[in-house]
């Protein structure tokens, strides 16, 4: 069974930092795309960034310059670092990975910015 828990969200200040993670369990898939969606009160759920097996990495235009994507493939886990935080990037923040007909979804992390 794929797990994914997310971690890291919490209440910060308008221009401060968070670093989320996303430990991941339960899967042996050689190729997938592992990120972080978004969802703020009566909005659609959103891309933020994604990386894939096979490097690449993509973000939103809403993130670019701000947060970056990693991983540690010795833990499964991705993290999402977010910096220079603005009050629009407030949200429910979850983990997702993608492996061709499969998708698999984290609980979710709030995230707060006060401006």
């Known amino acids: 069974e794929v797990r994914l828990v997310e971690s890291g969200g919490g209440l910060v200040q308008a221009g401060g930092s968070l670093r989320l993670s996303c430990a991941a369990s339960g899967f042996t898939f050689d190729d997938y795309a592992i990120g972080w969606f978004r969802q703020s009160p009566g909005k659609a759920r959103e891309g933020v960034s994604c990386?894939?097996?096979?490097?690449?990495?993509y973000y939103s235009d809403s993130v670019k310059g701000r947060f970056t994507i990693s991983s540690d493939n010795a833990k499964n886990t991705v993290f999402l670092q977010m910096n220079s935080l603005k009050s629009e990037d407030k949200a429910v923040y979850y983990c997702n990975i993608v492996a061709g007909p499969r998708d698999y979804w984290g609980q979710g992390t709030q995230v707060t910015v006060s401006s």
């Open positions: 990386t894939r097996s096979d490097g690449r990495t």
